[in-house]
C-alpha cells in the first residue's frame, strides 16, 4: 500500500483484522481482514483506498468552480471517539463541522460523521446533517478502489443496492458489498486508454489493470435529496473479502487416505498448485499426507464441510463437535509434512469469532460445562444443530493419537487453534511455519499429552504462543490425563498474548515442561504465565522457561495467576478444588522493555512453592514487581525489582 506523504492515518485493529483511515477526507486508505488480503487499491500517486463524496460528486457542486467530489474529501476530520463493542468488533468516529473554510464553498451549516466500524467485516457509515436555517441539496457515494489481480478478468455481480459481489478470477478472491440510503450503483472498470484521461482520478502508468471501481451513491441531480434543518440521512456499506482461491482445483483427498491404509499404510501426496479439499480431512494409522513445496490446500468456507460430528474437545471440554479441518482420531504412525501451506478460507469463520457476545454460542458453553459437570458419557453430548451451536474447530487436530510427526509445512490462518495435541503420546513438532492473527488463534496447544518435542517454528498468532493443557475442571479430572514431558526449543514467535501458558485448563495435572532458547520479535502480554483457578484442581510441577531474548515490549515477564476462569466462571461448579502448584522457574530473560517483570499471585489456601526466578534482564521496566502466597521464592539478578 503507497500513501500520499501528508497521510495521518489511524489504524484500527482487532482479532478479524486491520483498517487505515486517513483523517484527511475521512478516506478508508486500507483494510486488511483476517484471513485475507489488502482489499483496497493505493496508486503510488496517492489515489485509491474508499474515497467519500459529500455533498456532491463530479461537477455537480453549487457554482462552477466547485472542487470536485464535495467538500469532505479535502477537509481534515477530528477524531471524536474509538469504541470497543468487543474484542472482535471496534468502531472509530469521525467529526466535519462547518467552518469559514467549507462556507467559502458550501455556503450552509453541517455536520457531518463518519463511523468506520471493523468486526467479521467493514462497515462504512456517513451520516449528513442540517445544522443550519436553510434547506440544502446533497448528493453523495463511497467510491471505493477494490484491489484486484487482474481488472480484465472480474465480474460484478449482483443488483443494487442489495450485496453484490466482485469476482476477481485472476486473483481468487471475491468480494461481497452492499449499501443502504443511497440511490444506484456504477462500476468503472479502467483501460489502458482511460487511466490517462483527464476526467479520471490520477493513478500511475501500469496501474489501471489493479483495481475497480464499483460506487454507491446518488450520482446526478435528478436524485439528490433535501435535507431541511434539523434532518439527518446516512449512507451505509459494508464489504467483506473472502480468500476463495479460485484456482484450486478440487482434490479427494479422503479417497487417497483410505485407500494407503487399506493397504497397510504409506504417503498421500498434494502435489504443487492450490487445491480445494470439499470436506474435512481425516487421516488414519500409517498414512503420512505430504505437502509439497508450491502446494496449497484450503478448505470449503462452510461448516458443513466439517461435518459429521467428531470426538473433540472445546475450551477443555470434551464432545462431538465440527471436524477439525485436519484430523485424526486414534491413529498410530501418523504424519502431516512438506514445505506446502494449509490455508483455509476464512470469511465465514470471522463472523463465529465474537462467541462471548452471541447468545447461542455463550449457551452452546453452558450445555457443553454442564455435560462436563454432570459426567455425562461424551458419545452422546452431541449438539441437535452443531452449526448453530457455533463452536468453531481447530485447523490442525491429533485426538488420541501416538507417534505423530508435523514437520515443515506452512499453517495461513485458522478458526480457532492452530494446532491443537489432545491425548497424544511421542510427538515430534518441527519447522512449522505458523500465521494466524485471528481471535484464539492459539499456535500450538499440547493438551494432556506426552512426550513431545517442539523445535524450529515461527509462530505468528493472534493469542498464546506455546499451551500447555490438560482438561478443565470437573471434566479434565475424569480424562485425569496429565500432559507432560514437553520439550520446546529454538523457536520464535512474532509477538501476541504469551510465548509459554501453562494452563487456564490444568485439571489432568502437568508436570515436567520446558521451554528453552527461543526469541520474541515483537510485543507480547506475558513471556512465561501458569494460570489456574480453585475450580481446576490437581497440580502444576517442573514449569520451565529460560533463555529467551524478547525484542519488543513485554507487559510481564513472569506471572503467576490462580483465579482466572475466563468466562467459563459464568457457570457453576459442583467443586473447589486449589491447585498445587511446585515448582515454577523463569531463567536467563532479556526484554526491551517490562511494565513490570514479574506478577505472582499465589492462592493464600495453598501458596505456591519453589517459584525461581532468576537473571532476567529488562531495559526499562515500568511499574513495580509484586509476590503474595508464594514459599521458596528464589529472585535473583532480575532487573526492574
Known amino acids: 500500500m503507497t500513501l500520499p506523504v501528508l497521510c495521518t492515518v489511524v489504524a484500527l485493529t482487532n482479532a478479524c483484522g486491520t483498517v487505515g483511515v486517513d483523517l484527511h477526507g475521512a478516506r478508508v486508505v486500507s483494510y486488511v481482514p483476517v484471513g485475507g488480503e489488502e482489499v483496497f487499491f493505493s496508486s503510488e500517486t496517492g489515489t485509491g483506498g474508499m474515497p467519500l463524496c459529500w455533498p456532491w460528486l463530479g461537477g455537480l457542486g453549487p457554482s462552477p468552480d466547485s472542487r470536485s467530489n464535495g467538500i469532505a474529501r479535502y477537509c481534515d476530520f477530528e477524531v471524536v471517539e474509538t469504541k470497543s463493542h468487543s474484542y472482535c ?14 462556507r467559502r464553498h458550501f455556503p450552509h451549516d453541517f455536520s457531518l460523521t463518519v463511523s468506520v466500524r471493523l468486526n467479521d467485516r467493514l462497515t462504512v457509515k456517513m451520516t449528513g446533517e442540517n445544522t443550519g436555517k436553510e ?14 489481480a487482474d481488472s480484465r478478468q472480474c465480474r460484478v455481480e449482483g443488483e443494487a443496492p442489495a450485496e453484490c459481489r466482485l469476482v476477481d478470477v485472476a486473483g481468487g478472491n471475491e468480494i461481497s458489498f452492499s449499501c443502504e440510503g443511497g440511490a444506484g450503483r456504477r462500476v468503472w ?8 484521461q483527464e476526467t479520471a482520478s490520477p493513478i500511475a502508468p501500469g496501474d489501471w489493470r489493479k483495481f475497480i471501481c464499483v460506487e454507491y451513491g446518488v450520482f446526478d ?28 482445483k478440487p482434490i479427494d483427498l479422503q479417497a487417497k487416505i483410505d485407500a494407503a491404509a487399506a493397504a497397510g499404510g504409506g504417503k498421500v501426496v498434494v502435489p504443487s498448485g492450490e487445491w480445494l479439499a470439499e470436506k474435512a480431512v481425516h487421516l488414519k494409522s500409517n498414512v503420512e499426507l505430504h ?22 474437545s472445546f ?9 477439525p479441518l485436519v484430523y485424526a482420531c486414534g491413529a498410530t504412525n501418523v504424519a502431516v509434512t512438506g514445505k506446502g501451506t494449509i490455508a483455509p478460507r476464512m470469511a465465514f469463520w470471522r463472523g463465529w469469532f465474537e462467541r462471548e457476545q452471541r447468545p447461542e454460542a455463550l449457551e452452546s458453553m453452558r450445555r457443553l460445562y454442564e455435560w462436563g459437570e454432570s459426567d455425562a458419557p461424551v458419545e452422546k453430548r452431541q449438539f441437535e444443530d452443531p452449526v448453530a451451536a457455533r463452536l468453531r474447530p481447530s485447523c490442525v487436530e491429533f485426538e488420541g493419537c501416538r507417534s505423530v510427526r508435523l514437520e515443515g509445512f506452512s499453517l495461513r490462518e485458522s478458526p480457532l487453534w492452530c494446532v491443537h495435541l489432545h491425548r497424544c503420546e511421542d510427538v515430534v513438532v518441527r519447522g512449522l511455519d505458523i500465521k494466524a492473527r485471528g481471535h484464539n488463534n492459539d499456535g500450538i496447544d499440547i493438551n494432556a499429552s506426552r512426550n513431545v518435542l517442539v523445535e524450529n517454528c515461527t509462530l505468528d498468532q493472534g493469542d498464546d504462543g506455546f499451551v500447555i493443557k490438560s482438561g478443565r475442571d470437573r471434566d479434565g479430572r475424569r480424562v485425569g490425563v496429565p500432559c507432560e514431558n514437553v520439550e520446546i526449543r529454538n523457536c520464535v514467535i512474532k509477538g501476541g498474548h504469551t510465548l509459554l501458558a501453562v494452563g487456564s485448563e490444568i485439571s489432568g495435572g502437568i508436570r515436567n515442561i520446558s521451554l528453552h532458547d527461543c526469541t520474541v520479535d515483537g510485543d507480547l502480554s506475558v513471556a512465561a504465565i501458569v494460570k489456574t483457578s480453585d475450580r481446576k484442581g490437581a497440580f502444576v510441577e517442573n514449569v520451565s522457561a529460560s533463555n529467551i531474548v524478547i525484542r519488543g515490549n513485554v507487559r510481564t515477564v513472569a506471572a503467576l495467576k490462580t483465579g482466572v476462569d475466563y468466562q467459563w466462571g459464568k457457570f457453576p461448579a459442583r467443586e473447589r478444588i486449589i491447585t498445587r502448584i511446585d515448582g515454577f522457574r523463569v531463567e536467563n530473560v532479556q526484554a526491551d522493555i517490562a511494565q513490570c517483570v514479574y506478577q505472582l499471585d499465589g492462592d493464600p489456601r495453598l501458596p505456591a512453592r519453589n517459584v525461581t526466578l532468576r537473571n532476567i534482564r529488562v531495559g526499562k521496566s515500568e511499574k513495580k514487581s509484586s509476590a503474595k502466597n508464594v514459599e521458596a521464592l528464589v529472585i535473583k539478578d532480575v532487573g526492574g525489582r
Not at 436524485?223 to 479460485?246: C, D, F, I, M
Request: glycine share 6%; with cysteine.
Open 89 to 102: 468488533d471496534k468502531e472509530l468516529v469521525l467529526r466535519l463541522e462547518s467552518n469559514d473554510e467549507t
Open 135 to 148: 434547506p440544502f441539496e446533497v448528493a453523495e457515494a463511497f467510491n471505493p478502489y477494490f484491489a484486484v
Open 189 to 196: 472498470r479502467p483501460s489502458a486508454e482511460s487511466h490517462l
Open 221 to 248: 441531480k435528478g436524485r439528490a435529496y433535501v435535507l431541511k434543518p434539523g434532518e439527518q440521512h446516512s449512507l451505509v456499506t459494508t464489504v467483506n473479502l473472502s480468500l476463495t482461491h479460485a484456482n484450486a
Open 291 to 312: 505437502l509439497a513445496e508450491g502446494s496449497l490446500l484450503t478448505f470449503c468456507d462452510d461448516p458443513s464441510a466439517c461435518m459429521p460430528v467428531v470426538r473433540t
Open 315 to 323: 475450551g477443555g471440554i470434551e464432545f462431538c463437535g465440527l471436524s
